[in-house]
Protein backbone atom coordinates (compact mmCIF):
# COMPACT_ATOMS: atom_id res chain seq x y z
CA UNK A 1 0.00 0.00 0.00
CA UNK A 2 0.84 3.69 -0.53
CA UNK A 3 2.32 5.33 2.40
CA UNK A 4 -0.78 7.91 3.62
CA UNK A 5 -3.30 6.37 1.92
CA UNK A 6 -4.92 5.13 4.68
CA UNK A 7 -5.00 6.74 8.36
CA UNK A 8 -6.12 5.69 11.77
CA UNK A 9 -8.92 8.26 12.98
CA UNK A 10 -10.32 7.13 16.12
CA UNK A 11 -8.56 5.73 19.21
CA UNK A 12 -11.07 4.42 22.22
CA UNK A 13 -9.16 2.80 24.96
CA UNK A 14 -10.82 2.02 28.25
CA UNK A 15 -9.20 1.50 31.80
CA UNK A 16 -6.62 -0.99 31.55
CA UNK A 17 -6.31 -2.72 34.72
CA UNK A 18 -6.43 -6.27 36.66
CA UNK A 19 -9.74 -8.08 37.35
CA UNK A 20 -12.11 -5.04 36.69
CA UNK A 21 -15.43 -7.79 36.73
CA UNK A 22 -16.28 -6.39 33.52
CA UNK A 23 -16.75 -9.01 30.63
CA UNK A 24 -14.99 -8.50 27.09
CA UNK A 25 -18.34 -7.69 25.42
CA UNK A 26 -18.64 -4.58 27.26
CA UNK A 27 -15.15 -3.42 27.22
CA UNK A 28 -15.25 -3.69 23.54
CA UNK A 29 -18.67 -1.94 23.65
CA UNK A 30 -16.95 1.43 26.09
CA UNK A 31 -13.98 1.59 23.48
CA UNK A 32 -16.36 1.98 20.74
CA UNK A 33 -18.14 4.58 22.13
CA UNK A 34 -14.82 6.21 23.30
CA UNK A 35 -13.20 5.39 19.60
CA UNK A 36 -16.18 7.40 18.29
CA UNK A 37 -16.08 10.13 20.01
CA UNK A 38 -12.52 10.26 19.61
CA UNK A 39 -13.09 10.80 16.01
CA UNK A 40 -16.52 12.83 15.67
CA UNK A 41 -18.23 9.95 14.04
CA UNK A 42 -21.33 8.07 14.37
CA UNK A 43 -22.10 4.69 15.28
CA UNK A 44 -23.65 4.52 11.66
CA UNK A 45 -20.42 5.44 9.51
CA UNK A 46 -18.90 2.04 10.48
CA UNK A 47 -19.08 -0.22 7.70
CA UNK A 48 -16.62 -3.04 8.56
CA UNK A 49 -15.89 -4.79 11.80
CA UNK A 50 -12.58 -6.86 12.57
CA UNK A 51 -12.18 -8.21 15.74
CA UNK A 52 -9.12 -9.62 17.65
CA UNK A 53 -10.44 -12.52 18.32
CA UNK A 54 -13.88 -15.19 17.59
CA UNK A 55 -17.24 -13.13 19.15
CA UNK A 56 -20.65 -13.90 17.59
CA UNK A 57 -22.24 -11.60 19.53
CA UNK A 58 -20.47 -8.15 18.74
CA UNK A 59 -22.22 -6.64 16.06
CA UNK A 60 -25.80 -6.76 18.09
CA UNK A 61 -24.47 -5.93 21.42
CA UNK A 62 -22.44 -3.24 19.82
CA UNK A 63 -25.52 -1.96 17.36
CA UNK A 64 -23.42 -2.00 14.55
CA UNK A 65 -24.96 -2.56 10.92
CA UNK A 66 -21.41 -3.40 8.80
CA UNK A 67 -20.76 -5.20 5.65
CA UNK A 68 -19.08 -7.58 7.24
CA UNK A 69 -17.27 -8.88 10.51
CA UNK A 70 -13.81 -10.74 10.32
CA UNK A 71 -12.52 -12.87 13.04
CA UNK A 72 -8.61 -12.36 13.14
CA UNK A 73 -6.24 -14.54 15.51
CA UNK A 74 -3.18 -14.72 14.83
CA UNK A 75 -1.46 -14.55 18.16
CA UNK A 76 0.35 -11.44 19.21
CA UNK A 77 0.49 -10.47 15.88
CA UNK A 78 -3.24 -10.40 15.48
CA UNK A 79 -3.85 -5.76 16.37
CA UNK A 80 -0.75 -4.98 13.81
CA UNK A 81 -2.38 -7.75 11.15
CA UNK A 82 -6.41 -6.28 11.52
CA UNK A 83 -5.16 -3.28 10.41
CA UNK A 84 -3.50 -4.47 7.30
CA UNK A 85 -6.72 -6.08 6.43
CA UNK A 86 -8.77 -3.05 7.43
CA UNK A 87 -6.53 -1.20 4.95
CA UNK A 88 -7.64 -4.03 2.20
CA UNK A 89 -10.80 -3.81 2.48
CA UNK A 90 -11.29 -0.10 2.49
CA UNK A 91 -8.29 -0.35 -0.75
CA UNK A 92 -11.01 -2.85 -2.19
CA UNK A 93 -13.76 -1.01 -1.46
CA UNK A 94 -15.69 -3.17 0.96
CA UNK A 95 -15.96 -0.12 3.64
CA UNK A 96 -15.29 3.41 4.80
CA UNK A 97 -14.16 3.24 8.31
CA UNK A 98 -13.43 0.06 9.71
CA UNK A 99 -13.71 -0.88 13.62
CA UNK A 100 -10.31 -2.85 14.59
CA UNK A 101 -11.85 -4.06 18.12
CA UNK A 102 -10.10 -5.57 21.40
CA UNK A 103 -11.50 -6.29 24.54
CA UNK A 104 -10.64 -8.69 27.15
CA UNK A 105 -11.00 -9.66 30.70
CA UNK A 106 -8.70 -12.79 31.47
CA UNK A 107 -7.47 -11.76 34.82
CA UNK A 108 -11.91 -11.57 35.65
CA UNK A 109 -11.93 -15.05 34.60
CA UNK A 110 -13.13 -13.82 30.91
CA UNK A 111 -11.27 -16.35 29.16
CA UNK A 112 -10.27 -20.19 29.95
CA UNK A 113 -7.60 -19.98 32.07
CA UNK A 114 -4.84 -22.54 33.67
CA UNK A 115 -6.03 -25.21 36.00
CA UNK A 116 -8.18 -27.52 34.03
CA UNK A 117 -10.12 -25.01 32.05
CA UNK A 118 -7.55 -24.25 29.51
CA UNK A 119 -8.25 -25.23 26.01
CA UNK A 120 -5.29 -26.69 24.35
CA UNK A 121 -7.21 -27.91 21.35
CA UNK A 122 -8.65 -24.56 20.65
CA UNK A 123 -4.93 -22.92 21.44
CA UNK A 124 -3.31 -25.70 19.47
CA UNK A 125 -1.11 -26.14 22.52
CA UNK A 126 0.21 -29.59 21.15
CA UNK A 127 2.14 -32.43 22.49
CA UNK A 128 4.88 -30.85 24.53
CA UNK A 129 2.04 -29.73 26.71
CA UNK A 130 1.66 -33.45 27.68
CA UNK A 131 4.50 -33.55 29.20
CA UNK A 132 4.61 -30.03 30.91
CA UNK A 133 5.13 -27.40 28.41
CA UNK A 134 2.56 -24.87 29.07
CA UNK A 135 2.47 -21.18 28.27
CA UNK A 136 3.38 -18.20 26.26
CA UNK A 137 6.51 -17.73 28.62
CA UNK A 138 7.98 -21.07 28.22
CA UNK A 139 8.16 -20.52 24.85
CA UNK A 140 10.06 -17.27 25.01
CA UNK A 141 12.47 -18.55 27.20
CA UNK A 142 13.58 -21.41 24.66
CA UNK A 143 14.34 -18.03 22.54
CA UNK A 144 15.92 -16.55 25.59
CA UNK A 145 18.22 -19.48 26.72
CA UNK A 146 19.06 -19.78 23.51
CA UNK A 147 20.17 -16.06 23.01
CA UNK A 148 22.36 -16.42 26.66
CA UNK A 149 23.88 -19.94 25.52
CA UNK A 150 25.19 -18.27 21.94
CA UNK A 151 25.70 -14.43 23.09
CA UNK A 152 26.15 -14.17 26.43
CA UNK A 153 23.21 -12.75 27.50
CA UNK A 154 22.81 -12.43 31.13
CA UNK A 155 20.13 -12.12 33.75
CA UNK A 156 20.95 -8.70 34.78
CA UNK A 157 20.40 -7.54 31.01
CA UNK A 158 17.22 -9.19 31.27
CA UNK A 159 16.93 -7.17 34.35
CA UNK A 160 17.87 -3.86 32.88
CA UNK A 161 15.01 -4.43 30.15
CA UNK A 162 12.50 -4.36 32.99
CA UNK A 163 13.99 -1.41 35.14
CA UNK A 164 13.85 0.19 31.57
CA UNK A 165 10.59 -0.08 31.08
CA UNK A 166 9.38 -0.09 35.00
CA UNK A 167 11.18 3.92 34.56
CA UNK A 168 9.23 4.55 31.48
CA UNK A 169 5.72 3.43 32.97
CA UNK A 170 6.59 5.22 37.01
CA UNK A 171 5.18 8.65 35.62
CA UNK A 172 2.66 7.11 33.39
CA UNK A 173 -0.70 6.99 35.07
CA UNK A 174 -2.35 4.69 32.74
CA UNK A 175 0.28 2.27 33.62
CA UNK A 176 -0.55 -0.34 35.57
CA UNK A 177 3.09 0.19 37.69
CA UNK A 178 2.75 4.03 37.98
CA UNK A 179 4.99 5.24 40.65
CA UNK A 180 6.25 1.58 41.52
CA UNK A 181 9.86 1.93 41.00
CA UNK A 182 12.07 -1.08 40.67
CA UNK A 183 15.74 -1.78 40.54
CA UNK A 184 17.97 -4.62 39.19
CA UNK A 185 17.86 -6.01 42.83
CA UNK A 186 14.12 -6.32 42.60
CA UNK A 187 14.46 -8.52 39.36
CA UNK A 188 16.95 -10.44 40.46
CA UNK A 189 15.60 -11.27 43.92
CA UNK A 190 12.26 -11.82 42.27
CA UNK A 191 10.81 -15.64 42.33
CA UNK A 192 12.38 -17.67 39.08
CA UNK A 193 9.26 -18.91 36.85
CA UNK A 194 10.55 -20.90 33.71
CA UNK A 195 14.12 -20.10 33.60
CA UNK A 196 16.08 -17.72 32.51
CA UNK A 197 12.86 -15.73 33.28
CA UNK A 198 11.77 -14.44 36.26
CA UNK A 199 8.41 -12.59 37.51
CA UNK A 200 9.71 -9.32 36.75
CA UNK A 201 10.52 -10.68 33.23
CA UNK A 202 6.87 -11.34 32.68
CA UNK A 203 3.58 -9.50 31.98
CA UNK A 204 0.69 -9.72 33.78
CA UNK A 205 -3.06 -10.29 32.19
CA UNK A 206 -5.14 -7.52 31.65
CA UNK A 207 -8.33 -6.20 31.42
CA UNK A 208 -9.12 -3.79 28.72
CA UNK A 209 -10.66 -3.09 25.46
CA UNK A 210 -9.51 -0.88 22.45
CA UNK A 211 -11.37 0.08 19.44
CA UNK A 212 -9.80 1.76 16.06
CA UNK A 213 -11.05 3.41 13.55
CA UNK A 214 -9.49 3.53 10.59
CA UNK A 215 -10.34 4.87 6.95
CA UNK A 216 -9.24 6.06 4.11
CA UNK A 217 -6.72 9.71 3.87
CA UNK A 218 -9.89 11.63 1.87
CA UNK A 219 -12.08 10.54 4.49
CA UNK A 220 -9.87 10.89 7.38
CA UNK A 221 -9.10 15.06 5.69
CA UNK A 222 -13.01 15.47 5.94
CA UNK A 223 -13.51 14.97 9.49
CA UNK A 224 -13.10 18.18 11.52
CA UNK A 225 -11.97 16.59 14.98
CA UNK A 226 -10.30 13.64 14.02
CA UNK A 227 -6.67 13.97 14.40
CA UNK A 228 -5.56 11.26 12.74
CA UNK A 229 -1.95 8.65 12.44
CA UNK A 230 -1.36 7.67 8.75
CA UNK A 231 -0.13 4.10 8.29
CA UNK A 232 2.92 4.62 6.18
CA UNK A 233 4.05 0.73 5.61
CA UNK A 234 3.07 -2.10 7.05
CA UNK A 235 4.79 -6.18 6.41
CA UNK A 236 4.55 -9.98 7.94
CA UNK A 237 6.67 -12.51 8.77
CA UNK A 238 6.07 -15.88 9.43
CA UNK A 239 8.81 -18.13 11.41
CA UNK A 240 7.27 -21.70 9.74
CA UNK A 241 9.95 -20.85 6.91
CA UNK A 242 13.08 -21.15 9.42
CA UNK A 243 11.68 -24.28 11.29
CA UNK A 244 11.72 -25.85 7.87
CA UNK A 245 15.10 -24.40 7.73
CA UNK A 246 15.79 -25.87 11.35
CA UNK A 247 17.15 -22.16 12.88
CA UNK A 248 14.58 -21.54 14.61
CA UNK A 249 15.53 -20.36 17.84
CA UNK A 250 18.17 -17.90 16.59
CA UNK A 251 14.80 -15.91 15.39
CA UNK A 252 12.71 -14.11 17.08
CA UNK A 253 9.41 -14.67 14.69
CA UNK A 254 10.70 -13.80 11.29
CA UNK A 255 11.22 -10.13 11.61
CA UNK A 256 13.02 -10.07 8.03
CA UNK A 257 10.56 -10.05 5.33
CA UNK A 258 7.70 -8.07 7.77
CA UNK A 259 10.71 -5.15 8.08
CA UNK A 260 11.54 -5.25 4.87
CA UNK A 261 8.38 -4.79 3.13
CA UNK A 262 7.19 -2.29 5.99
CA UNK A 263 10.62 -0.08 5.52
CA UNK A 264 9.93 -0.50 1.54
CA UNK A 265 6.17 0.55 1.51
CA UNK A 266 7.15 3.61 3.83
CA UNK A 267 9.92 4.53 1.59
CA UNK A 268 11.76 5.28 4.97
CA UNK A 269 14.97 4.10 6.93
CA UNK A 270 15.59 2.78 10.24
CA UNK A 271 17.74 5.92 11.11
CA UNK A 272 14.31 8.36 10.15
CA UNK A 273 12.11 6.35 13.12
CA UNK A 274 11.63 8.50 15.98
CA UNK A 275 10.54 5.93 18.68
CA UNK A 276 9.80 2.08 18.66
CA UNK A 277 6.81 0.08 20.37
CA UNK A 278 7.55 -3.61 20.31
CA UNK A 279 5.09 -6.72 21.47
CA UNK A 280 7.38 -6.97 24.72
CA UNK A 281 5.45 -9.89 26.72
CA UNK A 282 8.83 -10.89 28.09
CA UNK A 283 12.35 -9.04 28.46
CA UNK A 284 14.21 -10.99 25.85
CA UNK A 285 11.46 -9.63 23.34
CA UNK A 286 12.61 -6.39 23.28
CA UNK A 287 16.27 -7.46 22.89
CA UNK A 288 15.95 -9.73 19.99
CA UNK A 289 13.53 -7.48 18.28
CA UNK A 290 16.59 -4.54 18.85
CA UNK A 291 18.81 -7.19 16.82
CA UNK A 292 16.43 -8.30 14.20
CA UNK A 293 15.25 -5.19 13.23
CA UNK A 294 18.61 -3.51 13.29
CA UNK A 295 18.98 -0.67 15.75
CA UNK A 296 22.20 -2.93 17.25
CA UNK A 297 24.58 -5.64 16.04
CA UNK A 298 23.32 -9.28 16.53
CA UNK A 299 24.19 -10.19 20.33
CA UNK A 300 24.16 -6.67 21.26
CA UNK A 301 20.34 -6.28 22.44
CA UNK A 302 21.09 -6.81 26.30
CA UNK A 303 24.07 -4.04 26.77
CA UNK A 304 22.50 -2.12 24.16
CA UNK A 305 19.64 -1.84 26.59
CA UNK A 306 21.58 -1.51 30.03
CA UNK A 307 23.81 1.13 28.20
CA UNK A 308 20.43 3.36 28.03
CA UNK A 309 19.59 2.66 24.47
CA UNK A 310 15.64 2.52 24.68
CA UNK A 311 15.70 5.32 27.31
CA UNK A 312 13.95 8.74 26.43
CA UNK A 313 17.32 9.88 25.48
CA UNK A 314 18.74 6.85 24.22
CA UNK A 315 19.29 5.37 20.16
CA UNK A 316 15.41 4.35 19.95
CA UNK A 317 13.39 5.33 22.62
CA UNK A 318 10.90 1.91 23.07
CA UNK A 319 7.88 0.87 24.59
CA UNK A 320 7.88 4.29 25.94
CA UNK A 321 4.37 3.84 27.80
CA UNK A 322 6.53 0.83 29.76
CA UNK A 323 5.39 -1.79 27.49
CA UNK A 324 3.35 -5.10 28.32
CA UNK A 325 5.17 -6.01 31.16
CA UNK A 326 4.79 -2.64 32.92
CA UNK A 327 2.51 -0.70 30.66
CA UNK A 328 -0.23 -3.37 30.72
CA UNK A 329 -1.09 -6.02 28.23
CA UNK A 330 -3.61 -5.26 25.72
CA UNK A 331 -2.21 -8.05 23.43
CA UNK A 332 -0.53 -6.41 20.30
CA UNK A 333 -2.57 -3.52 20.56
CA UNK A 334 -0.32 -1.97 23.79
CA UNK A 335 2.46 -0.84 21.08
CA UNK A 336 -0.13 0.34 18.90
CA UNK A 337 -1.94 2.19 21.51
CA UNK A 338 1.99 3.99 22.39
CA UNK A 339 3.01 4.35 19.11
CA UNK A 340 -0.50 6.52 18.47
CA UNK A 341 0.03 8.55 21.43
CA UNK A 342 3.53 8.99 20.59
CA UNK A 343 2.46 10.52 17.35
CA UNK A 344 -0.51 12.48 18.54
CA UNK A 345 1.95 13.89 21.67
CA UNK A 346 -0.18 12.18 24.25
CA UNK A 347 2.57 10.65 25.77
CA UNK A 348 3.20 13.38 28.47
CA UNK A 349 6.40 12.84 30.48
CA UNK A 350 7.59 10.21 28.17
CA UNK A 351 6.46 11.65 25.42
CA UNK A 352 9.37 11.47 22.65
CA UNK A 353 10.01 15.23 21.12
CA UNK A 354 8.57 15.84 17.77
CA UNK A 355 7.93 12.60 17.17
CA UNK A 356 6.89 11.68 13.46
CA UNK A 357 7.46 8.12 12.80
CA UNK A 358 6.97 5.35 15.16
CA UNK A 359 7.90 1.52 14.80
CA UNK A 360 5.00 -1.01 16.07
CA UNK A 361 5.96 -4.39 15.94
CA UNK A 362 3.34 -7.68 16.66
CA UNK A 363 4.38 -11.30 17.32
CA UNK A 364 3.50 -14.38 18.76
CA UNK A 365 1.36 -17.58 17.90
CA UNK A 366 3.09 -19.79 20.33
CA UNK A 367 0.91 -23.19 20.12
CA UNK A 368 1.67 -25.80 18.19
CA UNK A 369 5.13 -27.46 18.74
CA UNK A 370 5.76 -24.29 20.86
CA UNK A 371 7.49 -21.57 19.39
CA UNK A 372 6.44 -17.97 18.94
CA UNK A 373 5.65 -17.45 15.26
CA UNK A 374 3.80 -14.72 13.83
CA UNK A 375 4.85 -11.16 13.23
CA UNK A 376 3.61 -8.07 11.87
CA UNK A 377 4.98 -5.02 11.33
CA UNK A 378 3.57 -1.32 10.95
CA UNK A 379 5.38 2.31 10.34
CA UNK A 380 3.07 4.88 11.31
CA UNK A 381 3.19 8.45 10.39
CA UNK A 382 1.87 11.81 12.54
CA UNK A 383 -0.11 13.66 10.45
CA UNK A 384 1.82 16.02 8.35
CA UNK B 1 2.31 -40.37 33.50
CA UNK B 2 -1.16 -40.20 31.88
CA UNK B 3 -1.54 -36.89 30.42
CA UNK B 4 -4.85 -37.28 28.95
CA UNK B 5 -6.63 -34.80 31.23
CA UNK B 6 -3.97 -31.76 30.16
CA UNK B 7 -3.68 -32.92 26.32
CA UNK B 8 -5.44 -35.61 25.11
CA UNK B 9 -4.10 -37.36 22.11
CA UNK B 10 -6.73 -37.85 18.95
CA UNK B 11 -7.90 -41.32 18.08
CA UNK B 12 -7.60 -41.75 14.00
CA UNK B 13 -5.31 -38.06 14.29
CA UNK B 14 -2.39 -37.98 11.39
CA UNK B 15 -0.11 -39.05 13.96
CA UNK B 16 -1.26 -41.84 15.13
CA UNK B 17 0.97 -43.76 13.79
CA UNK B 18 3.76 -41.88 15.88
CA UNK B 19 1.80 -43.13 18.99
CA UNK B 20 1.23 -46.83 17.87
CA UNK B 21 4.37 -47.32 17.59
CA UNK B 22 5.77 -45.93 20.93
CA UNK B 23 3.10 -47.86 22.58
CA UNK B 24 4.63 -50.74 20.50
CA UNK B 25 7.95 -51.32 22.01
CA UNK B 26 8.95 -47.99 21.93
CA UNK B 27 9.61 -47.80 18.77
CA UNK B 28 10.64 -43.73 17.57
CA UNK B 29 9.40 -42.81 14.38
CA UNK B 30 10.01 -39.84 12.06
CA UNK B 31 8.18 -39.10 8.48
CA UNK B 32 10.79 -39.29 5.96
CA UNK B 33 10.74 -37.82 2.72
CA UNK B 34 12.09 -40.57 0.23
CA UNK B 35 12.77 -38.42 -2.42
CA UNK B 36 15.54 -36.49 -0.14
CA UNK B 37 16.14 -38.28 2.53
CA UNK B 38 14.72 -35.44 4.55
CA UNK B 39 13.22 -35.95 8.18
CA UNK B 40 10.43 -34.18 10.06
CA UNK B 41 8.38 -34.90 13.27
CA UNK B 42 5.82 -34.75 13.68
CA UNK B 43 3.43 -35.28 10.66
CA UNK B 44 4.80 -32.92 7.63
CA UNK B 45 5.03 -32.58 4.44
CA UNK B 46 8.53 -32.50 2.65
CA UNK B 47 8.73 -28.52 1.47
CA UNK B 48 10.16 -29.34 -1.59
CA UNK B 49 8.64 -32.60 -2.71
CA UNK B 50 5.47 -32.77 -0.90
CA UNK B 51 3.97 -35.70 0.41
CA UNK B 52 4.06 -38.41 -2.19
CA UNK B 53 6.95 -39.90 -1.14
CA UNK B 54 6.60 -39.44 2.80
CA UNK B 55 6.82 -42.69 5.01
CA UNK B 56 7.58 -43.58 8.81
CA UNK B 57 10.76 -44.58 9.28
CA UNK B 58 12.59 -46.12 12.64
CA UNK B 59 15.18 -43.95 13.92
CA UNK B 60 17.14 -44.44 17.15
CA UNK B 61 15.84 -40.92 18.98
CA UNK B 62 19.15 -39.68 19.94
CA UNK B 63 20.27 -35.75 19.76
CA UNK B 64 21.66 -33.06 21.17
CA UNK B 65 19.70 -30.12 23.19
CA UNK B 66 19.00 -26.91 21.65
CA UNK B 67 17.58 -25.18 23.69
CA UNK B 68 15.50 -25.55 26.78
CA UNK B 69 13.97 -23.93 29.97
CA UNK B 70 13.18 -24.84 33.54
CA UNK B 71 9.52 -24.65 35.15
CA UNK B 72 10.04 -23.70 38.24
CA UNK B 73 6.75 -22.82 38.47
CA UNK B 74 3.56 -25.30 37.87
CA UNK B 75 1.02 -24.11 35.46
CA UNK B 76 -1.80 -26.41 36.25
CA UNK B 77 -2.02 -28.64 39.36
CA UNK B 78 -1.20 -31.92 37.99
CA UNK B 79 2.36 -30.63 37.96
CA UNK B 80 2.89 -29.45 41.36
CA UNK B 81 4.95 -31.93 42.61
CA UNK B 82 7.53 -32.51 39.54
CA UNK B 83 8.08 -28.81 39.48
CA UNK B 84 11.35 -28.05 39.40
CA UNK B 85 11.13 -30.39 35.66
CA UNK B 86 13.49 -29.40 32.40
CA UNK B 87 11.70 -29.18 28.62
CA UNK B 88 14.25 -29.32 25.85
CA UNK B 89 14.35 -28.68 22.12
CA UNK B 90 16.68 -31.53 21.19
CA UNK B 91 17.60 -31.13 17.63
CA UNK B 92 17.43 -35.27 16.53
CA UNK B 93 20.67 -36.09 14.18
CA UNK B 94 18.04 -36.67 11.62
CA UNK B 95 17.36 -32.75 11.86
CA UNK B 96 14.10 -31.66 13.34
CA UNK B 97 13.40 -30.76 16.31
CA UNK B 98 11.68 -32.56 19.25
CA UNK B 99 10.20 -30.75 22.28
CA UNK B 100 10.33 -32.99 25.13
CA UNK B 101 11.02 -33.20 28.82
CA UNK B 102 14.38 -34.28 29.60
CA UNK B 103 14.75 -36.72 32.53
CA UNK B 104 17.36 -38.84 34.54
CA UNK B 105 19.48 -35.22 34.72
CA UNK B 106 19.42 -32.60 37.23
CA UNK B 107 17.74 -29.76 35.65
CA UNK B 108 20.16 -27.53 37.16
CA UNK B 109 23.15 -29.41 35.21
CA UNK B 110 21.11 -28.86 31.74
CA UNK B 111 23.25 -27.62 28.78
CA UNK B 112 22.59 -26.87 25.20
CA UNK B 113 24.92 -29.15 23.53
CA UNK B 114 24.12 -31.77 25.52
CA UNK B 115 23.92 -35.50 23.88
CA UNK B 116 20.33 -37.42 25.21
CA UNK B 117 18.43 -40.06 23.85
CA UNK B 118 15.05 -41.41 24.13
CA UNK B 119 14.02 -43.31 26.95
CA UNK B 120 12.79 -46.62 26.50
CA UNK B 121 10.92 -48.91 28.58
CA UNK B 122 10.25 -47.09 31.47
CA UNK B 123 6.64 -46.91 30.32
CA UNK B 124 6.67 -43.38 29.59
CA UNK B 125 3.41 -42.15 27.41
CA UNK B 126 5.61 -39.74 25.65
CA UNK B 127 8.69 -40.24 24.28
CA UNK B 128 11.27 -38.68 27.21
CA UNK B 129 15.19 -37.98 26.67
CA UNK B 130 17.90 -38.69 29.34
CA UNK B 131 21.45 -37.72 28.78
CA UNK B 132 23.65 -40.57 26.61
Known amino acids: ?384 | MSRDSIAPLITGDLDTPIWDAWADGNRFLLHRCGTCGRHDWPASCCPEHGMSAMEWVDTPGTGVVDTYTIFHRAYIKELASEVPYAMAVVRLDEGPYFHTRLVGVDPAAVKSGMRVRVRKGAGDDFPLFAPE
Not at chain 1, 238 to 259: L, Q, Y
Request: contains cysteine; charged residues 15%.
Open chain 1, 1 to 384: MKPRSIAIVGMGITRQGRAQGVVDLELRRQALELALDDAGLERDAIDGYIHASHEREDLRYLGLSPNFSWPVQTGGATAPSSFIMAAGAILSGQAEVVACAYGMAPSSGGMPGFGGKMSFGSLSYGYPARVGMIGAASAHALHARWHMDHYGTTSRQLGAVAVQLRNHALNRPDAMTFGKPITIEDHQASAMVVDPFRMLDCCRDTDGGAVFLVTSAERAKSMAKARPVYIMGAGTGHNIGNWHKRDVFSHHDDIEPAARRAFAQAGVSLADIDTAQFYDPFTISIIMQLEHYGFCKPGQGGPFVADGGIGLDGAIPANTGGGQISGFYAAGFTPIIEAMKQLRGESGPTQVKDAELALVSGHGLNGGVQNTWSHATLILGADA
